[in-house]
């Protein structure tokens, strides 16, 4: 193992360019090994699902009694729940009626949705505000020039940009409170939200005695408990970013929430350019450098927000984050610099619970 860096090397950046290189020759011989392993193969299951949060949502589990398939229709109605209250895009949520108040007047706010909301923006903080809750006002701008067939301007992006940024946002724990310091401002849950209520679904299952289940919203993300098919977790397979038929690595998943990002999907062009939907909130540009990131943390809201952070961060700082939060795994997918070849970077994620696909 490498020499912990002092915190002088860190900031000269020498120390995690090493760490790098160092993680680079590791994984060579790590893609070599887990290609000539087996990974672990999926079995009879059980499944419960619908539609929620614009996506397909599911609670898988082994073959079992009734009692499982009882609580998975509880999850899915917390589910259901949570949705109405945190969306942004429903007219009477208490997020929408957050957003319609809280520039003119401090708003009490009920105190899950307060924590959750102060969690997205310390993790907004943590990540130098690549993740950042109240970017809705760039992806509204983005979305209205792509109907219009034209890019930003300049003076359009400068003037959103002083209406995002959770230094605009104002917490009073004491009284349960949250104002907004600027008009126009808006918090969107959907980089978030989404792992949040998996997290809280999931609860339902765990308070229900049930030891072993899968529950994902669209495979974007993930929370999984216990194993499956006789193996320590469930399998989870990720998509090549370049070719999405195809599977580029198997993620044994156990006790952990897992989550996604990629601009391989969604995307538009422009005079010959690609732009990808994943945006820099701190310049309302998208960014380009990477393909995919996905993260593993001990909840599905953490790996949710930090999937996106890291995408925005690239991967110096998304390494340097992992290297200080040994709990936060990531499998990081940068852009290739030469050909087509894929040279990914893997972050406290054990060898034994990833399985590249042969070339």
């Known amino acids: 193992m ?28 790590r893609l070599a090994e887990s290609r000539e392993r087996e990974p672990p193969q999926g079995g009879d299951t059980v499944r419960l699902g619908k539609t929620a949060m614009a996506c397909d949502v ?17 999850a899915l109605d917390r589910v259901d729940e949570l949705e109405a209250q945190f969306s942004a895009y429903r007219p009477h949520s208490e997020l929408t009626l957050l957003n319609q108040r809280a520039a003119t007047e401090a708003v009490a706010v009920e105190d899950e949705l307060f924590e959750l909301l102060w969690r997205a923006a310390e993790i907004s903080r943590a990540t130098e505000g690549a993740f950042d809750p109240t970017a809705g006002p ?10 219009a067939g034209r890019l930003p301007t300049e003076e359009e992006l400068q003037h959103t940009r002083q209406r995002v940024g959770c230094e605009h946002l104002v917490f009073d724990h004491q009284l349960r409170t949250l104002s907004y310091l600027v008009d126009g401002l808006q918090f969107n849950l959907g980089a978030i939200g989404k792992g949040h209520i998996l997290d809280r679904a999931g609860q339902v299952m765990t308070d229900a005695l049930i030891t072993d ?27 090549n970013p370049l070719f999405p038929e195809r599977n580029f690595a198997t993620m044994l998943l156990r006790d952990r929430g897992m989550s996604t990002s990629g601009s391989g999907v ?10 990808g939907h994943i945006l820099d909130p701190r310049t309302g540009w998208p960014v380009d450098g990477m393909l ?7 909840t599905a809201e953490e790996a949710d927000a930090l999937s996106t952070a890291f995408f925005v961060l690239g991967v110096e ?8 939060q040994p709990l936060i795994g990531a499998l990081l997918i940068p852009a290739p610099t030469r050909g087509a070849r894929l ?11 990833l399985f590249f696909a042969p070339n």
């Open 2 to 29: 490498s020499e912990v860096p002092s915190r002088r090397q860190f900031l000269s950046g020498q120390a995690l360019r090493d760490e790098l290189a160092w993680a680079g020759k590791e994984l060579a011989d």
């Open 58 to 74: 599911e609670v898988i589990m082994n073959p079992g009694p009734a009692a499982q398939v009882v609580a998975a229709s509880a």
């Open 138 to 147: 760039f992806v509204a701008l983005w979305r209205a020039c792509r109907d």
């Open 213 to 239: 289940w899968m529950i994902h919203a669209g495979f974007s993300s993930i929370l999984a408990r216990g194993g499956h098919n006789s193996a320590s977790g469930w399998p989870v397979g990720i998509r």
């Open 266 to 275: 969604q995307f538009f062009r422009h005079e010959g350019q690609r732009y």
């Open 292 to 298: 995919s990131v996905t993260v593993v943390a001990p």
């Open 317 to 324: 700082k998304a390494f340097l984050y992992c290297h200080n």
């Open 343 to 353: 040279e990914p970077v893997v972050c406290n994620i054990p060898e034994d619970d």
